[in-house]
């Protein structure tokens, strides 16, 4: 702040200062931090749909209950199979295609961007009616792909066999996962210290020395955002699961996410949901905080 | 200056946050109630729906605020309304919602007193008990009804032979003759024949009724207070379908999905079946009892052992969500009491293209009213049949789920009568809260 400014104006600055914050702040406070707190309240209570009987403190029933529920567990590996599988790939296909798009023309570059950019952009139930039916067991064109060219004999029912429909919901998670750390890649990249690279070839660098010794340190903060948010995304992975499977088959593709809303919305126990979501976002954070660790020692 | 305006523009910002707020919570007068209501019949059609509501108001001088749900997911929207304290004041469904879950969980306005002794002689018994919770309360009032049944492309069972293992007149066959059916249509035309729809969702009463009737298992107990689908004669259903060339177990699709791939000529039956589908069983509007490409429908009672089976009912009316104003409750009640209960009862009837639930109302004789619609007056021979309405028995939410993944389970087992018995056992259990 100018201290050149009297009292008075630095006060009124002050004011009009909180004033803006006010609308965020009170936003933040009603629809972030005070649901948040609930959800660490509840979790510790049998809260449930039933007006007729009051809530009851249990402490940690709920947590205990968890780990001895078998569909949560296998939701918990589930999760983490689509999180150590997604992000990945998605870092390093997305690292890869703009490495490959970012020296390219304007015209190029941004057909390219349009490209991988419209999964994320089209409506997620847009997408998923596609994916449907395209993994149709009757007609879908998969089916009638690998048939016609004589890889299977028989349809498989890709959303309909425990074998295959966590997998073809990654394959989904990826399409609609990569469109933005491409941009921010491209982005990163471009602004690269050229004189750098350009040093480094002089003195007979290769290519890959270049990458590795010059680009890579510079866009690590980029990487760094793209790993947390991807992983934190695909931890709540929940929009694919309720519009293609349910969960199913057989629970093969129920994730934490599915679960909480199933738990909390079909049957009512707000209290296991949100016990539910508190272990997960303590996964999240941990994840994180591992990710940020390890940039940082980079 | 930029100071001053900043400052005005911040304060506006806030004033305006306000009023948003204030407004949310400016009281309303009885003069509007909001109806929620499933796609039932044209109920679900915003046309049709303003057509009767318009009428209620210009009588009652009552506006009507009206939503329309999905069954994908109406119960979310209605569960977080409820939450919020933002419920509608009325409901449009069936039993298994109203009384068995929000009526259940103290969130239902108590209707006993909208049932005077001539309406409970005139309403079909099952639908009037099933309005009721044990302890006598009322929270729903209905208005229509109709028996879910299955369907076939008879098209496709003449050219398969199979026409011979149905009864068109009475829409019936044995279960002896439905698998001997699927068999002829599978030498015929392969896979798939039908589909146990087991994704979730929607539909279950279609699944329900053919593993029960099948081998006469039952669903619950007639006191509905306990679940009993790991009976022995279920389980043997439940084998009998997975060792049936032609019908899969397939958990990638749900009852919407069961019934496009029947109407595309995919499927050569449907499980998930009622008259609404036989009215009009796309949206393509190509014409009512037929496939896309011209195939006839016809619907079927589900087979059983004698022939004669029990099906499924489904009971819809109106329930009022306790939202602890007596005016709107009242304006609710007027609405319930004119669209179920009065000269106007008849439109609300036809605009579900369901079956009343009671031969008369207020005097007036309504069992006529589909006399001019010949699918409807056919389709009344499925009526007879209507089963036990269970679907009021107590956890009905995590059984409906249960009973999904049961489906899901035996079709990913390998088939042996332990492995189906383990899986029936386990779920049956799980909707049994055990």
């Given at each position: 702040?100018?201290?050149?400014?009297?009292?008075?104006?630095?006060?009124?600055?002050?004011?009009?200062?909180y004033?803006?914050?006010?609308?965020s702040?009170?936003?933040f406070l009603?629809f972030?931090?005070?649901?948040m707190v609930?959800?660490?309240w509840?979790s510790?209570?049998?809260?449930?749909m039933?007006?007729?009987?009051?809530?009851?403190?249990?402490?940690?029933?709920?947590?205990i209950e968890?780990w001895?529920?078998p569909?949560f567990l296998?939701?918990?590996v589930?999760?983490?199979i689509?999180?150590f599988v997604?992000?990945p790939?998605?870092?390093?296909?997305?690292?890869?295609?703009?490495?490959?798009?970012?020296k390219?023309?304007?015209?190029?570059?941004?057909f390219?961007r349009i490209v991988?950019y419209?999964?994320?952009v089209?409506g997620s139930?847009?997408?998923?009616?596609v994916?449907?039916?395209?993994y149709?067991n009757?007609?879908g064109?998969?089916?009638?792909v690998l048939k016609?060219t004589?890889v299977?004999?028989k349809?498989?029912?890709?959303?309909g066999?425990?074998?295959?429909?966590?997998?073809?919901i990654?394959?989904?998670?990826?399409?609609?996962?990569v469109?933005q750390?491409i941009?921010?890649?491209?982005?990163a990249l471009?602004n690269v210290?050229?004189?750098?690279?350009?040093a480094?070839?002089v003195?007979g660098a290769?290519?890959?020395?270049v990458?590795?010794?010059?680009c890579w340190p510079q866009?690590?903060?980029?990487?760094?955002?793209?790993?947390?948010?991807?992983?934190?995304?695909s931890?709540?992975?929940?929009a694919?699961?309720?519009?293609l499977t349910s969960?199913?088959?057989?629970?093969?593709?129920e994730?934490?996410?599915?679960?909480?809303?199933?738990?909390?919305?079909k049957l009512y126990?707000?209290?296991?949901g949100?016990a539910?979501?508190?272990i997960l976002?303590?996964?999240?954070?941990i994840l994180?905080?591992v990710?940020?660790?390890?940039?940082?020692?980079? | 200056?930029?100071?001053?305006?900043?400052?005005?523009?911040?304060?506006?910002?806030?004033?305006?946050m306000?009023s948003v707020v204030?407004a949310?919570?400016?009281?309303?007068?009885?003069?509007?109630?909001t109806?929620?209501?499933?796609?039932?019949g044209?109920?679900?059609n915003?046309?049709t729906v303003?057509e009767?509501?318009?009428?209620f108001?210009?009588?009652?001088?009552i506006a009507?605020?009206v939503e329309y749900?999905?069954?994908?997911?109406?119960?979310?929207k209605?569960n977080?309304a409820i939450?919020a304290?933002?419920a509608p004041d009325l409901?449009m469904?069936?039993p298994?919602r109203?009384?068995?879950?929000?009526?259940a969980n103290?969130?239902?306005v108590?209707?006993?007193?909208?049932f005077?002794e001539?309406?409970?002689?005139?309403?079909?018994?099952?639908a009037l008990?099933?309005?009721?919770a044990?302890d006598?309360?009322?929270?729903?009032?209905p208005?229509?009804?109709?028996?879910?049944?299955?369907?076939?492309n008879?098209?496709a069972?003449v050219e398969?032979g199979?026409?011979q293992y149905?009864?068109k007149e009475?829409?019936t066959?044995?279960?002896?003759?439905?698998?001997?059916?699927v068999?002829?249509?599978?030498?015929?035309f392969?896979d798939?024949?039908?589909?146990i729809y087991c994704?979730?969702?929607?539909?279950?009463?279609g699944t329900?009724a053919?593993?029960n009737?099948?081998?006469g298992g039952?669903?619950?107990?007639?006191?509905?207070t306990a679940?009993?689908?790991?009976d022995?004669?279920n389980?043997?259903a439940?084998?009998?379908l997975?060792?049936?060339n032609?019908?899969?177990?397939?958990a990638?699709?749900?009852?919407?999905d069961?019934i496009?791939?029947?109407?595309?000529g995919i499927?050569?039956?449907a499980?998930c079946?009622?008259?609404?589908?036989?009215?009009n069983p796309n949206s393509a509007?190509?014409g009512?009892g037929?496939?896309?490409?011209g195939?006839?429908?016809?619907?079927?009672?589900f087979p059983?052992e004698d022939?004669?089976?029990?099906l499924?009912?489904?009971?819809?009316?109106?329930?009022?969500?306790?939202n602890?104003?007596?005016?709107?409750?009242?304006?609710?009640k007027?609405?319930?009491?004119?669209?179920?209960?009065s000269?106007?009862t008849a439109d609300?009837?036809r605009?579900?293209?369901?079956f009343a639930?009671?031969?008369?109302?207020?005097?007036?004789?309504?069992?006529?009213?589909?006399?001019?619609?010949?699918i409807?007056?056919?389709?009344t021979?499925?009526?007879?049949?209507?089963?036990?309405y269970?679907?009021v028995t107590?956890?009905?939410?995590a059984?409906r789920t249960?009973?999904?993944?049961m489906?899901?389970q035996?079709?990913?087992g390998?088939?042996?009568e332990e492995?189906?018995a383990a899986?029936?056992?386990d779920f049956c259990?799980?909707a049994?809260?055990?």
């Amino acid at each position: 702040m100018d201290k050149t400014l009297s009292p008075k104006l630095r006060r009124q600055e002050n004011i009009s200062g909180y004033l803006f914050l006010l609308p965020s702040l009170v936003f933040f406070l009603a629809f972030v931090v005070y649901p948040m707190v609930m959800c660490i309240w509840t979790s510790f209570t049998d809260a449930n749909m039933n007006s007729n009987t009051a809530d009851h403190f249990i402490f940690l029933d709920n947590y205990i209950e968890l780990w001895k529920d078998p569909v949560f567990l296998k939701a918990l590996v589930n999760t983490l199979i689509i999180v150590f599988v997604s992000v990945p790939i998605v870092c390093i296909f997305s690292l890869w295609v703009a490495s490959v798009i970012h020296k390219m023309k304007e015209g190029p570059l941004s057909f390219f961007r349009i490209v991988f950019y419209l999964p994320v952009v089209t409506g997620s139930v847009a997408v998923t009616v596609v994916w449907k039916w395209m993994y149709n067991n009757y007609y879908g064109i998969f089916n009638y792909v690998l048939k016609s060219t004589g890889v299977i004999d028989k349809n498989i029912n890709w959303l309909g066999d425990s074998k295959f429909a966590l997998w073809c919901i990654i394959i989904i998670l990826l399409t609609t996962s990569v469109g933005q750390p491409i941009v921010l890649y491209v982005s990163a990249l471009s602004n690269v210290d050229h004189s750098l690279v350009e040093a480094s070839q002089v003195d007979g660098a290769t290519n890959t020395q270049v990458f590795w010794r010059i680009c890579w340190p510079q866009i690590m903060p980029t990487t760094l955002y793209i790993l947390v948010i991807t992983t934190i995304n695909s931890f709540q992975c929940f929009a694919l699961i309720q519009l293609l499977t349910s969960g199913g088959p057989n629970y093969a593709t129920e994730t934490v996410m599915y679960y909480i809303y199933y738990t909390a919305f079909k049957l009512y126990r707000f209290g296991y949901g949100n016990a539910m979501g508190v272990i997960l976002a303590i996964f999240i954070a941990i994840l994180s905080a591992v990710q940020f660790r390890l940039a940082k020692e980079k | 200056m930029k100071k001053i305006i900043s400052l005005l523009l911040a304060l506006c910002l806030v004033v305006s946050m306000a009023s948003v707020v204030m407004a949310a919570d400016a009281p309303e007068g009885a003069s509007e109630i909001t109806l929620w209501t499933y796609p039932i019949g044209n109920w679900g059609n915003e046309a049709t729906v303003k057509e009767l509501t318009d009428a209620f108001t210009a009588e009652t001088g009552i506006a009507v605020k009206v939503e329309y749900l999905t069954y994908a997911d109406g119960d979310d929207k209605v569960n977080t309304a409820i939450t919020a304290k933002q419920a509608p004041d009325l409901i449009m469904e069936g039993p298994e919602r109203l009384v068995s879950n929000w009526g259940a969980n103290g969130y239902m306005v108590d209707i006993a007193d909208l049932f005077e002794e001539e309406d409970k002689a005139e309403i079909n018994p099952a639908a009037l008990a099933a309005c009721f919770a044990p302890d006598g309360a009322a929270y729903e009032y209905p208005l229509v009804m109709t028996a879910h049944c299955m369907a076939i492309n008879y098209n496709a069972f003449v050219e398969a032979g199979a026409d011979q293992y149905i009864d068109k007149e009475t829409h019936t066959w044995t279960s002896e003759q439905f698998l001997a059916a699927v068999n002829a249509l599978y030498e015929t035309f392969g896979d798939p024949i039908g589909a146990i729809y087991c994704n979730g969702q929607g539909g279950d009463q279609g699944t329900r009724a053919l593993v029960n009737n099948l081998c006469g298992g039952s669903f619950t107990n007639p006191e509905h207070t306990a679940y009993t689908w790991d009976d022995e004669k279920n389980i043997q259903a439940l084998k009998i379908l997975y060792d049936l060339n032609g019908i899969d177990y397939d958990a990638s699709i749900v009852g919407g999905d069961e019934i496009a791939n029947f109407y595309n000529g995919i499927f050569k039956m449907a499980f998930c079946w009622n008259i609404a589908q036989q009215l009009n069983p796309n949206s393509a509007d190509t014409g009512a009892g037929l496939t896309l490409n011209g195939d006839e429908i016809v619907f079927m009672a589900f087979p059983s052992e004698d022939g004669v089976a029990k099906l499924q009912g489904g009971i819809w009316g109106f329930g009022i969500f306790d939202n602890g104003d007596a005016g709107k409750i009242e304006a609710a009640k007027t609405f319930i009491k004119y669209m179920c209960d009065s000269e106007h009862t008849a439109d609300a009837v036809r605009a579900s293209n369901f079956f009343a639930v009671r031969g008369t109302t207020e005097g007036i004789d309504i069992s006529g009213i589909w006399s001019d619609n010949e699918i409807m007056n056919e389709y009344t021979k499925l009526m007879p049949m209507l089963g036990d309405y269970y679907q009021v028995t107590t956890n009905w939410a995590a059984a409906r789920t249960a009973w999904w993944n049961m489906l899901q389970q035996v079709g990913a087992g390998d088939g042996s009568e332990e492995a189906i018995a383990a899986a029936v056992a386990d779920f049956c259990a799980q909707a049994n809260g055990q």
